[in-house]
């Protein structure tokens, strides 16, 4: 059964700091993995999505690795300002199933003091 | 694009009642999810229909829960009778499923339900 997990589970950095999320996934058989973020009280937004034969995408001030192999992926954001304080999930879609099934690890949440 | 809506964004009510929460995918889309939100258990997947078929309820937690799908612009989950361990935020996700496949899933702002 695939499980999801991410580390740390809280952080908090002052504004202007690189930052790195880590998200781990116990079964390397991935269609692809994506990252969202989500707001207090709104949904989840979609930042970036690696195929699973993708080492990385990149979209502004993020990027976003995949090591399928070790069943990890990270979340790099450079320049860290306020307005990217939220939580940040990944999520796993996986091969064995024959449709969409998608995985969520438990989120970080992220504050940028100012 | 107005995105996915869900109805109502917030529901308080007493326990036993029934709660009926509704969808409006994108336009376009093919798959709708639903999903539950709790701080214990995360973000689980309860249901899944693909062209308005469901494919996977195995994440439905029990038979007081259904959801259908009329149509391609709509969908409600419905819980009868409601228990207080039924609270959480419900969300609604469409995506586009074809092409490529990796299209990524669109989330509604979600409907924060209270049992008391």
């Known amino acids: 059964k695939q499980e999801v997990t991410q580390i740390p589970a809280a952080l908090s950095v002052p504004e202007g700091e690189n930052l790195v999320l880590n998200c781990s996934f116990t079964d390397s058989a991935i269609y692809n993995l994506q990252w969202f973020r989500q707001d207090p009280g709104k949904g989840l937004t979609s930042l970036l999505l690696?195929?699973?034969?993708?080492r990385e995408q990149t979209s502004g001030r993020l990027n976003a690795s995949l090591d399928k192999s070790s069943g990890r992926s990270t979340l790099y954001i450079a320049a860290s300002q306020p307005g990217d304080s939220a939580t940040y999930l990944c999520?796993?879609?996986?091969?064995?199933?024959?449709?969409?099934?998608?995985?969520f690890g438990p989120g970080t949440s992220l504050s940028v003091i100012p | 694009d107005a995105g996915v809506i869900q109805s109502p964004r917030h529901e308080v009510t007493e326990m036993g009642q029934e709660v009926t929460l509704r969808c409006k995918p994108i336009?376009?889309?093919?798959?709708l999810f639903w999903y539950r939100q709790t701080m214990m258990r995360g973000l689980e997947l309860l249901i899944y229909?693909?062209?308005?078929?469901?494919?996977?309820d195995s994440g439905m937690p029990e038979d007081r829960f259904s959801a259908k799908m009329p149509n391609a612009s709509f969908s409600t989950l419905k819980i009868q009778p409601s228990e207080p361990r039924d609270s959480a935020v419900y969300f609604c996700?469409?995506?586009?499923?074809?092409?490529?496949?990796?299209?990524?899933?669109?989330f509604g702002d979600g409907t924060r339900l209270s049992i008391l």
């Open positions: 690696i195929q699973s034969s993708q």
């Open positions: 999520a796993v879609r996986t091969l064995k199933t024959s449709y969409d099934k998608v995985i």
């Open positions: 996700a469409s995506r586009y499923r074809g092409g490529a496949g990796n299209q990524p899933q669109h």
């Open positions: 229909f693909n062209n308005n078929v469901p494919i996977d």
């Open positions: 336009s376009g889309h093919n798959s």
